[in-house]
Structures are given as C-alpha cells and as structure tokens.
C-alpha cells in the first residue's frame, strides 16, 4: 500500500468536519451550566426548567404560540396554507426551535451549529414524560418510541427521511445516544451500547462521502435494529444496509469526494507517497481519524489482523484505480503498470499473472467451452472499475456483517423472540438534480415507498384511534401514490422489469433501446412522459433522454444513460440485476417497517450552503412539498386538530368551569363534558370519545387556552394568598410553640426555685423546730441556727422599732441570752435620743422645759389636773399690754411684768366670783381690777400657797398676817393652775412653799379668822359657799377628765405637748424635728 492514486482532489477543510463530526458521533454534548446558560439565551420561554419545568416549559410554550409560532402544525388556523406553514417554520427556526410536530410527526431543522439541547440533562427532561407535555425534541420521539415498546409490547420504528444534509444521521445517533444514556445497563450492556456507538464512525468512515450536498453524505442507507430484553436494556442489534454508492470508488463529480477511509488511510502512508499523490500531508489529523476508526473496530470486535486485512483491500482498491492500460495494434489491451500488480497481488494475496489476465481478458463460454477473450483497452478500464468497485462493495457488506456479528447477542438463555425491537431508518432521502441517473431513481422510488408506508399507516393510525375512540370516520381525500409504485416495481410492465428485460435480452441492447421500450410499455401512464411524448413545454425542459416521473414530491427527469450498465453487474451476470436486488430489499424492509409502530422524523435542511441561521424559504418549500408535509398536516387535520385524553384535558383546564374545580369526582367524561359546556363549545367544535376529547378547530383550544391564562392570574393570586396564609399559619404556630416551650420551660425554672425554697423552707423550720426544742441547751449544732435567728430576729425588730422618743419606752422583750446586751443597748439609745434631743434644744424651749420641771417637782403625782397640763405649753403670758388698764400699766412704770393672766378672785366673806387680772412682776404680784391695783402681794410676805390635789383650778395664795397692808390670803381660781403656779413658784422663788391638800386647805381670812375651802369630787365643777360657811369646790371627778383629756388628745399634734395654742412657730417646729 505505499504508491497509489487518488482520484479526486483533497479538500482539508472537509476532513476536519468529518473529524469533528466522528468525534461528535461518539462524544454526547458537552453539559453543565454553560449548557444551561445557552438554552434560555436560545429559547427564552424554556427558562423555567427545573425539576418541575417540564409542565411550566409545556404551557409556556403553548401560551407563548404567537412568539414562536405552534410547536404543532396541526394547531396552525390556515391548515391547508404553505405559506402559514412556512412562516411558521421560520418564527421558530429564528428561535433556534429546530423541531416542530405535525400530530406525531417529528420535523426538524438542520441548525448548522450546536445547540445545547443535547445534553444529559434534555435526556433527563424527556424520559418517561408524556410527549405532549414537553417541546418538541428528537428525545421525545425516541422515548415515546421506548416506552411504547415497554408498555404495548409493540415493536418500533422510527423512520427518519429528508433530503441529504437535512440531519438524517445526526438524528439517528441522537436516538441512539439517548437510549444509551438512558436505558437501565449492566456491564455486557454496556459492551452492547459501546458497539451500537461505535458502528456508526466505522460506517461512516467506509460509507460516507463528501458530496455537494453534505460533507459527510451518508452513501448508502441503512437500517438499524435495536433488540431490548424484558427489563428494557439494549442487548444486541443488526443493520442492513441498502445500495451502497460503489460507483464513488471508480468516480466522483467535480467538488466531491471518494469515501473517508480513502483520505484517513492514505494520511497514514509514507512521506514520499504522499508527495506522489499531491497531497499536503496532515498527518496529525488524518491519522488520528484511522486511530478513532481503528479503536471503534476494535471496539466492535475486530481482531489486529482483520484490521489489517481490511486495510489491505481498502489500500488494493487504491492501486486498481491506478492500473493503466496501453492498446496493442490487435485492438488488446495490456497493462503498463506492472508495480500496482505487484502490490495488488501481495495485498489481495493472487497470483499477479492471474490478475493480469483477469484485468485485460473476459471469459466466454462458447458451445460449453470456456474461452478467454482479450478485451479492448476501453473494456479492460471498465472490467478494472468494475472489479474496484466489487471488491469496495463487498468489502462493505462484509463490514456490515462483521458489526452484526458483533452485535449479535449470544447469551443463550435470551430468546431473541422475547427480544422487543426498535428500528432506525436512516435512508437517503428524495433526490433531485439536474442530471439524475439510476441511484436517484432506486433512491426516489425509495422514497415512494415510505410515502407509501407513511400515507398508509397515518391514516390507519388515525382511522384505527376513531375507531377505538368510537367515533365516525369521515374518509380524508389524500394522494395515494400506491400509482407510482406501481408503475416502477409492477411484474413485467413496471419499470425495473423493463430494465431487467433490456439488460438480459440478446442482441444489441442500449439505454436508449431502454427508454424506447419505456415508452412503449408505460407511455400511457398518466405519471410518466420522454421527451417524445411530452407536449412542447414539457419538451423544452427535457432532454432527449430522458424520461420523466411525478412521484408525489414533484416531478423528476431521469437521464437513461448508464442504467443498463449500472443494473447489470458485470462480474457476475448470472446474479439477478441491481434494480431488482433493491426492489427485493425494499420489499423485505416494507415488511420490517409494517410489522412495527412507526414514528416518523421529518428532515429539513434551511439552505444549500451549510450555513447556520440562513432560513432559504425557497430551497424549504422544496422540501415542504416533496416530505408531502402538507399532505401529512392535511390528513391529520382532516378529522379533528386536536384530541387529549380527558384526564389530561380536565386536569389542565378543570379550573375554568366552577363544576370541575378544584376537583372532578364523577366520570372524567362527565367532567369535561360540563366543562366544554361551560365554557360554550359548539356541538360541532368537539366530539367525546371513549377516552379522549376531540376537538375541530385550532381555535377553539386557543380560546380556551387564552381563559386559562386568564384564570391563571387569578389562581396565582388565590393561591399566592393561600399559601402565604399558610406560611403565616405554620409561622404562627412555630411562634406559638415555641412561646409554649419557652414559657414550660421558665415554668419549669420557677418550679423548680419554689420547690427549691420549699424545701429550704422546710429545711429551715425543721431547724427552727429543732433549735426551738434545744433552745435551752448550751449552745450546740442542733440549736446554734435557731439561737442565732432568735439573737439576729430580735436585734432586726429592734432595729425596724427602736423607740423614736425619749418617752416612748417601749422596747422589744430580749431573748434570754441577750438581756444584758438590751440593756446596754437601751441605755445607749436611750443617751444617744437625749443627747440628740438636747443638741437640737434652743434656748425659748430650754426655758419652757425649765418650767415644766418646776411644775413637774410641784405637782407630779400630787394633784390630778397635772397630767393634762403636761402636754400644754406654758406660754409667756396671757394677758398682753393692750388687756391690761393701761391705767395700771403706768402706775406700773418700769416694772417690769413677768406674766399676767385673768383669775377669778373669790371673796373672803362671802365667796363671791369676781374677774380679776393676777400680774406677776418681779418681786410682787398684784391683783389688779380694771384700772385699780386691789392687792399687791410682795413675794417676801407670800408665805405659801396651797392647791388641792384634785383637778380644780382653785388656789389660795397665803400671805404674811403680820403685814397690815394685806387683808389675808387670797382665794383664786383659773383654768391654768398649774402654769399659773408654777410662774409664780419660779418668780417669788417659792417653789417649796406650795402645799398640795387634801380635803380641804385653811386660809387666814383676816386678823386670825379663818376660812375652808372643802374639795370633793362631781360630775361638773361647782364652786359655791356651802351651808357650813365653807367654800365648796366640787371638781370634776377623775373618769371624767380622762374622757375629757381621750377627746382632747385627739386635738394634741405634739408628742408630748399640745402645741395648738401655741404660738411660737419656732417651738412647734423643734419639737417636730
Ligand atoms: N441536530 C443538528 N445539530 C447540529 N448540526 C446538525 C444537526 N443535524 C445535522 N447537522 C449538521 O448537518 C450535517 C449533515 O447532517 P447529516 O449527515 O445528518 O445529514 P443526512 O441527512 O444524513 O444527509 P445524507 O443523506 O447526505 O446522509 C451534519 O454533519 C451536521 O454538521
Ligand atoms: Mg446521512
């Protein structure tokens, strides 16, 4: 494999793509946040995907409908309008929402870049949700496929068509991505889902090229089954594939390429190899690519050998192209590079003589002979191209089969019957080009056939759901393109048996003896028409040879140049032609795809140039019309637009009708049927089913769908409300718990401090108790506690009731042991009161206090009215300048009164009352009536003075007889005897002159008479001259005063004097203090 050529020109830039693609293929998406972040810059109204965002993201996309268009044809108003049709497709391709459905159909956009909607979290979305409830996807499709599997038990299909480049392959390794991530795995599955991945860069690489179209052209079609076992694992699998391009081997149009494996290996050769070749080598590249083929064969299961074998045909294939042949005179050919020969014969393992020969001579049996013929130098070229592509064509077959047995599973408990199945078409899609030649023709008689299977089965579906659902099947007018089919694949007058014929038929057969016979056959066919046939406008857009088809996409000029060739495979003429080979396959795939439920993916391509975001409406209409999208809408919407299982249909809208909200316990068609009703549905807008709702027009759900929008505001608001009620609630009653824990617990501390002080309590009188019992005892543990209280508890009453008062002798009775100390203490307050009271003492009441001891001395315990003159004050006088005569008070002169107050002077003889005035001067006191001086009594004559001891205000004032001036004692009476007295003891310095009687008191009358004064004791004072001559004083008995003195006291302020009279301000307030 060191020098060979290649045929068509080396483009970088494609190989790079082809690299990243087959790096893609094996590699899911990137994820993660960055995954997250691109999709709401993509699709702004999918940003609330959370765990519960699948529903959020399913009616935002329905409420956002009129931004991004429907995300289901099926809900387009203007059903039968391309235009609606298109301009949706538009709106939502803008959006970068590549997939959009028709009912179940899944259409999708090539993007042309990388949207992140393919990450493991998209997988997460779409697994097990039901496929109306999330946006459109590829996922969706694959899981509805799954769990349809699972839960029907029903073998799937998923058929994916579209033209090439419109994202065929890509959608068939997203299924498969999905369900390797997807599906439950154990370690053999995982081998399983490894090689399942893996088969598809090695098919690439050996049945992909780069074409005008797509830069990785898949070059063959393919079918993959995917086998799971009861618990929904993938097991095993097998492909079959269909019509390999094998003339890419020998030939490729400008701009195109051979397929891949050429490049990669090639790229792995030697340096002077490729400088033959004209290449510029990228060996980094390249040879990584055969490393990632390399590594998926071995993956799949290729041994190092069979690699290398492999590789040596791919590289024998390279030389054959680089035979050349040189003409003999004789019209043989022979070969002029004889090193190819010996590289072909070393790599293929032949005998190179035998190649030779093989390569410029053709067998001929003549009359059961075997004859070698020389061929021309022309012939040998195709023999050569022949023999290229036959050996590339099985080498792939062999690949295939190679990947199946891989594949395979080979567990031998594992029924394959029990085995449930799904099935991936990726098929090359209608072709149309300017010139089209046979593969387009098998390809679009292909393409026929799924229309066919499509058609069939979408209306079966459909019929089949009225049915179930119980309700009249309105037949739906549809082109039925069975005639097409017909027409190509018919036995003996369809046009593959035409071909067969021409090719088998002896003589001189030719392509244009081809279209000849055509025209004879199936010239009347309304679907078909040469150039001879056609009418003068037709004419003028076809060639000679060509003849036309109008399949249901469109109508399509094949040229009939090489078709006999193409058929024919010239290596073995004995095997049945090519076209018939593939009506066989395809009849055989028919039934593969019959016998399972069928879910269909729709492949578009925006534009011719590969490029992202260029919407080409002209190049889409195209391929609107030839995926008979239109039709297929058309079918769906024949019946009723949209249809919902009631429980689905109740759930979402319950809300809009008072009778289903918040919940419907009747029979759920009971329930939507009040609900429909409610919200005013014509009959004719809606049919019920047995479980679904069916509903005719588009806009009668979006009517419906705007009221909910509506009501959702307002549910939102209730709800907001409710549930911020609620969180108040559950806050108030954290709140509340917690006050009742906090407030148990402080209960418990308080509890817990009055148990503790009951018991210290109780402790503490139990001690005292005890104490108390021992309290006689010397001192001792058991009493020493209650000794100390009764010494602490004594000392603290005498605190709290010292006595305030030097009179006040109450006192707190001492416990035995503290009796000396009380005295000592009484003592001590007692002096400490006295020196306190002394230190506050002034001068006025010194004087005051001196005559109250004067009047103390005298009549303490001796007459009974003391006691109620103690607490009055003596005053200085009662008698002041103005009572007195001023008369007297000159004759007084300098003299000056010490005190004077009004007496009532009793006669001598007769005891008459009469008022006088008692003025008490310095050395004599004088009884003064009105202005006259009746007596003046010089303290040197007053011999003495006598009072009685009851409570009378009777005196007598006794004086010397020897005076002649004076005419005997004299009789007086006042209110206040005591000051009186004691003014007049202090004066006349007679304060032990002053006798105290009982009885009665004598008194000299005049000249030796002499006079009695009887005392006694009554109810009232009464003073009158008795029977006997004696002056009779009855005083007020002692009971009476008291009660006289009890009223009185309640006039007395001070504490021991009765300052109500007084007038000296100052006094009253010293005494206070
Ligand atoms: N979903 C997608 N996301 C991003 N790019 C895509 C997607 N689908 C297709 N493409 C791009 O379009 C290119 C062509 O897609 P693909 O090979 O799947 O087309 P195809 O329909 O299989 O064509 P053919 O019939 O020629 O095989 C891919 O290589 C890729 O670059
Ligand atoms: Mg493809």
Redesign the pocket.
């Known amino acids: 494999m060191s020098s060979c050529n290649v045929r068509s020109a080396d483009e970088d830039i494609w190989t790079r ?1 082809i690299f990243l ?1 087959q790096l893609c293929s094996q590699e899911p998406s990137k994820s993660g946040t960055a995954a997250a972040v691109s999709i709401a810059k993509q699709q702004p109204w999918q940003l609330s995907v959370g765990s519960d965002g699948i529903r959020v993201m399913m009616e935002s996309a329905l409420t956002a409908r009129d931004r991004v268009g429907v995300q289901d044809f099926v809900l387009l108003e203007n059903h039968t309008s391309e235009v609606a049709f298109i301009e949706n497709l538009r709106k939502r391709f803008k959006e970068n929402l ?1 997939y959009t459905y028709i009912g179940s159909v899944l259409v ?1 956009m ?6 992140e909607i393919y990450t493991k979290q998209h997988m997460e979305r779409y697994r097990g949700v039901n496929f109306y409830e999330v946006s459109p996807h590829i996922y969706a499709v694959a899981d509805n496929a799954y769990r349809s599997m699972r839960t029907e038990r029903r073998d799937q299909c998923i058929l994916i068509s ?10 068939s390794k ?1 299924v498969l991505q999905y369900y390797a991530v997807t599906c439950p795995a154990s370690d053999h599955v995982q081998t399983v889902k490894d090689r399942l991945l893996q088969s598809n860069p090695v098919l690439e690489a050996f049945g ?1 090229a780069k ?1 005008l ?6 070059r063959f079609g393919k079918y993959m089954d995917i086998q799971f076992d009861f618990k929904g694992a993938p097991v095993g699998g097998h492909i079959i594939n269909y019509l390999l391009e094998k003339s890419r081997v020998v030939h490729q149009s400008h701009g195109e390429r051979n397929f891949h494996i050429f490049y990669q290996l090639i790229e792995g050769g030697e340096d002077d190899l490729l400088r033959r070749l004209g290449l510029e080598k990228n060996a980094q590249q390249y040879q990584y690519l055969v490393k990632i083929v390399r590594k998926a064969l071995s993956v799949i299961g290729f041994t190092d050998d069979e690699v290398e074998e492999l590789l040596n045909i791919i590289a024998s294939v390279l030389h054959l192209g680089n035979v050349q042949y040189g003409g003999e005179d004789s019209g043989s050919s022979y070969i002029t590079t004889d090193t190819q020969i010996k590289y072909l014969a070393r790599l293929l393992g032949v005998d190179g003589t035998v190649l030779k020969e093989a390569l410029t001579h053709k067998k001929i049996i003549a009359k059961g002979e075997e004859l070698m013929s020389p061929l021309n130098q022309e012939q040998a070229a195709s023999a050569r191209d022949a023999l290229s592509k036959a050996i590339y064509g099985r080498t792939f077959t062999w690949l295939v089969n190679k990947i199946n047995d891989s594949l395979a599973f080979k567990d031998d408990s594992f029924n394959s019957k029990n085995a449930s199945v799904i099935g991936l078409l ?1 098929i ?2 209608f072709e149309v080009f300017q010139n089209n030649s046979f593969e387009q023709f098998c390809i679009n008689y292909c393409n026929e056939k799924l229309q066919q299977l499509f058609i069939e089965l979408t209306l079966k579906s459909e019929q089949e759901e009225y049915e179930a659902e119980g309700i009249t099947w309105e037949p739906v007018q549809y082109f039925n393109n069975k005639i097409i089919c017909d027409l190509v694949e018919e036995k003996f007058k369809g046009i593959i048996s035409i071909l067969d014929e021409e090719c088998l038929r002896p003589g001189d057969a030719s392509d244009i003896t081809f279209l000849e016979k055509l025209e004879d056959t199936v010239g009347g066919h309304a679907h078909f028409v040469t150039h001879k046939l056609a009418d003068g406008k037709t004419r003028k857009v076809m060639g000679r040879e060509e003849f036309r088809l109008s399949h249901y996409a469109g109508e399509v000029n094949y040229n009939v140049n090489g078709f006999l060739d193409k058929n024919n495979d010239l290596l073995f003429r004995n095997l049945k032609e090519a076209a018939t080979q593939f009506k066989n396959s395809l009849a055989k795939l028919m039934e593969i795809l019959m016998s399972k439920e069928p879910s269909y993916v729709r ?1 578009i391509k925006p534009n011719d140039a ?1 490029q992202a975001g260029r919407f080409d409406e002209v190049l889409i209409r195209h391929q609107v019309k030839y995926l008979g999208l239109m039709e297929n809408l058309r079918v769906r919407r024949a019946g009723f637009a949209y249809r919902r299982r009631y429980e689905n249909f109740l759930q979402r809208y319950k809300s809009l009708c008072p009778d289903t909200w918040p919940n419907w316990n009747g029979r759920l068609v009971d329930g939507v049927s009040s609900l429909v009703k409610h919200l005013g549905y014509k009959p004719e807008e809606y049919k019920l089913g047995r479980t679904k709702i069916f509903i005719r027009f588009p806009k009668t759900l979006f009517a419906t769908e705007d009221a909910l929008e509506v009501r959702k505001h307002s549910l939102a608001t209730k709800l907001q409300s409710s549930w911020k009620g609620y969180r108040q609630k559950i806050k108030y009653r954290k709140m509340r718990q917690s006050a009742i824990r906090i407030q148990a617990w402080w209960r418990g501390i308080l509890a817990r401090r009055e148990a503790k002080r009951r018991r210290e309590a109780a402790n503490t009188i139990r001690r005292f108790i005890k104490g108390f019992i021992y309290r006689h005892q010397p001192r001792c543990p058991e009493n020493e506690y209650f000794l100390d209280y009764v010494r602490y508890s004594f000392l603290m009453k005498l605190h709290r009731s010292l006595p305030k008062t030097v009179l006040d002798k109450s006192w707190p009775t001492p416990p035995p042991a503290l009796i000396e100390a009380s005295e000592q203490l009484r003592k001590l307050c007692m002096q400490n009161m006295v020196w306190k009271y002394c230190k506050n003492i002034n001068p006025e009441w010194k004087h005051q206090l001196e005559q109250k001891v004067v009047a103390s001395e005298i009549f303490k315990d001796k007459k009974d009215n003391y006691p109620q003159s103690v607490p009055k004050l003596f005053v200085g006088t009662r008698l002041n300048g103005e009572d007195i005569n001023p008369k007297v008070l000159q004759a007084l002169g300098n003299d000056k009164m010490k005190y004077a107050v009004p007496v009532t002077k009793y006669d001598r003889k007769g005891y008459k009352a009469r008022n006088r005035q008692l003025l008490l001067m310095a050395n004599s006191a004088i009884i003064v009536e009105e202005a006259k001086m009746k007596q003046r009594i010089d303290y040197s004559s007053l011999k003495g003075i006598s009072v009685s001891s009851l409570s009378d205000g009777m005196f007598v004032l006794h004086v010397a007889s020897e005076d002649n001036k004076q005419k005997g004692d004299v009789v007086l009476q006042n209110e206040h005897v005591i000051e009186t007295l004691t003014k007049v003891a202090i004066c006349a310095e007679k304060i032990n002159s002053i006798n105290i009687n009982q009885g009665s008191i004598k008194f000299n009358v005049a000249q030796g008479k002499e006079g009695i004064i009887d005392f006694t004791s009554g109810s009232e004072l009464l003073i009158a001259k008795a029977k006997n001559g004696h002056l009779s004083v009855v005083s007020i008995a002692d009971e009476i005063m008291e009660i006289i003195s009890v009223r009185n006291k309640k006039k007395i302020t001070g504490l021991f004097f009765d300052f109500s009279d007084c007038p000296s301000p100052q006094l009253k307030m010293m005494d206070e203090s």
Not at 110 to 115: E, F, R, S, T, V
């Open positions: 793509q693609t590549i999708s090539n993007p042309y870049k990388d949207l579209g033209e090439s480049g419109a994202g065929k392959t890509e959608a997203k992909n074409t179209r797509n830069d990785n052209s898949s990726d090359y899609g492949c590969k």
